[in-house]
T-cell receptor, first 117, second 113 residues
């Protein structure tokens, strides 16, 4: 299947710092990538849809100024958690939409576990 | 009402058992449906798509009932390695040509010897 990588796989940071997470589609070009957050024993919550060359579309309740998304190329999207706080600690997962499937199929990165102290 | 609902379980079954999960969705405009499997502290992996006519992949059978707005997953001859959380994903079409995926909370399956 298609491969999506994420970096870093885990990060621990102090409150108030910013953290950047990268999502790459390794063997296909993805015009659309999704960013999710998953708290323990909860479902994946879609945060935003990242579109190459245009602004991201954020879901209701997600602060666009806090979660900055940049999709500068067809294989890379980044999520920056600005001024992170302990309540931002979560598992952040990206996915890339597989072209040629009608846009409906997506493959996930391995996730980034963020812990804010 | 949540857009996609699943019984969180856990479903605790012995090896060799047959187990079935359901997932209901509230948006009748939903277009495509999938089952994903997620192991503890890992990313979800696609298990199978769900087609209106129903589809089977080895021990796994998925079905879609549009009239009642639910999808199901049947696992026959359960293996220990089937222990995981099974996520129901519903895509709805959004104007502009995109699909918006919504995940259920997941159903936990534990297969014991």
């Amino acid at each position: 299947g298609a491969v999506v990588s994420q970096h870093p796989s885990w990060v621990i940071c102090k409150s108030g710092t910013s953290v950047k997470i990268e999502c790459r589609s390794l063997d296909f070009q993805a015009t659309t990538m999704f960013w999710y957050r998953q708290f323990p024993k909860q479902s994946l919550m879609l945060m935003a849809t990242s579109n190459e060359g245009s602004k991201a579309t954020y879901e209701q309740g997600v602060e666009k100024d806090k979660f900055l998304i940049n999709h500068a190329s067809l294989t890379l999207s980044t999520l920056t958690v600005t001024s992170a706080h302990p309540e931002d600690s979560s598992f952040y997962i990206c996915s890339a939409r597989l072209p040629g499937t009608g846009g409906s199929q997506q493959f996930f990165g391995p996730g980034t576990r963020l812990t804010v102290l | 009402r949540k857009e996609v609902e699943q019984d969180p379980g856990p479903f605790n079954v012995p090896e060799g058992a047959t187990v079935a999960f359901n997932c209901t969705y509230s948006n009748s405009a939903s277009q495509s449906f999938f089952w994903y499997r997620q192991d503890c502290r890992k990313e979800p992996k696609l298990l199978m798509s769900v087609y209106s006519s129903g589809n089977e992949d080895g021990r796994f059978t998925a079905q879609l009932n549009r009239a009642s707005q639910y999808i199901s997953l049947l696992i026959r001859d359960s293996k220990l390695s089937d222990s995981a959380t099974y996520l129901c994903v519903v895509n709805r079409y959004k104007a502009g040509g995109s699909y918006i995926p919504t995940f259920g909370r997941g159903t936990s399956l534990i297969v014991h010897p």
